[in-house]
């Protein structure tokens, strides 16, 4: 790599380093060659089963956009190769550097700010036509990417019946159980940040609420519980209350094969991310109404995701991969952080 581009490396994984991730584990590498970049896989990445994979994938699509956000402000021209079949390959992509004229790039500065709010009231009015039309030019230089709003009406509803569907699975099956405390950092307490995983504090569960939770974690305890309809509340809770208090719903799907459309679908959701912080918006993401309607998603009992891939069938005409809700909020106090960008950097 020359040394100029060699000068500006840390800077761009900086970048990749603080997109979305999945609980905040990133499973990637960067290698610098010549004029190039290569993201690729790492052993977690390879070794993830299909679910895992695909958030990461989603994730890179996101990592991806904020580099060649961070190369643009830096002077950089950036052409993007995803290569084939990167499910089953760990090298995912190959950024072509060319050096040319530092550009204005105002998305640049939210890459740091943006974050995850997951506190369960969001205030503010729906996006007007007129911002609608903005975000959706936004992505409109993103192929096979469709964005949809849900503000109101009978779609809004079974929007919110999918999400709650899904979060109260995420309780009733152990197996899904176990991926969803895995993430969490019990370890740290109630009052501090995590570089890997989720801190607690930053998952805005009620002070009265928060021995509860940690009990949760158990099987056991869950399982006892469910014989009482706890894992109903549970959803409610966890999203479709807080979805329902949202002025704003909205759906990234995808016509693309789901190698290619995750990536694409990654880029999406970052850069509306990047543009909703630039204009003070909260945002949280749910993925998992779209998700565990997938058919090879193992681990979800069949008479879910039946159901959840017949309420999709009214709602899009493509394949969902990613909800997310959006209005104005507080910023938490206490957010993730992250590793080092050196952690990704291989020679």
Request: charged share 20%; aromatic share 8%; hydrophobic share 45%.
């Amino acid at each position: 790599m020359s040394t100029g581009i060699a000068a500006d490396l840390r800077s761009i994984a900086e970048a990749a380093v603080m997109a979305p991730s999945a609980d905040n584990q990133h499973c990637f590498e960067l290698r610098a060659r010549d004029d190039r970049i290569l993201l690729s896989g790492s052993e977690a990445y390879v070794g993830a089963p299909f679910h895992k994979k695909l958030l990461s994938l989603i994730s890179f699509g996101a990592v991806v956009e904020n580099m060649t956000i961070r190369a643009a402000r830096l002077g950089y021209q950036t052409s993007v190769l995803w290569l084939p079949d990167p499910l089953r390959q760990p090298l995912i992509a190959e950024l072509r550097l060319a050096r040319g004229v530092p550009t204005e790039a105002p998305l640049d500065a939210a890459i740091a700010r943006r974050h995850t709010n997951r506190r369960i009231r969001f205030g503010g009015p729906p996006l007007s036509e007129s911002e609608r039309s903005q975000f959706q030019h936004l992505l409109l230089p993103i192929d096979g990417v469709t964005l949809d709003f849900f503000d109101h009406g009978r779609q809004r509803s079974e929007l919110l019946h999918l999400i709650r569907i899904a979060e109260a699975e995420r309780f009733n099956s152990q197996a899904l159980h176990a991926d969803l405390f895995s993430a969490v950092r019990f370890d740290v307490g109630w009052h501090a940040s995590a570089d890997v995983g989720l801190p607690p504090a930053a998952l805005a569960v009620e002070p009265g609420a928060r021995w509860a939770f940690t009990q949760l974690r158990r099987w056991p305890v869950m399982n006892g519980l469910r014989r009482f309809g706890v894992q109903h509340a549970l959803g409610f809770r966890a999203g479709y209350l807080p979805c329902r208090l949202a002025p704003q719903l909205c759906v990234l799907s995808t016509s693309l094969p789901l190698d290619q459309g995750a990536p694409a679908v990654g880029r999406a959701l970052e850069r509306f991310w990047l543009e909703a912080e630039t204009r003070g918006l909260a945002l949280q993401p749910f993925a998992g109404s779209a998700l565990l309607a997938l058919k090879e998603y193992p681990d979800v009992p069949p008479a879910t995701s039946e159901a959840l891939r017949r309420g999709w069938k009214h709602l899009v005409d493509a394949q969902p991969l990613m909800v997310f809700r959006l209005g104005k909020a507080r910023r938490p106090l206490i957010r993730t952080s992250r590793q080092a960008p050196e952690h990704y950097l291989r020679d």
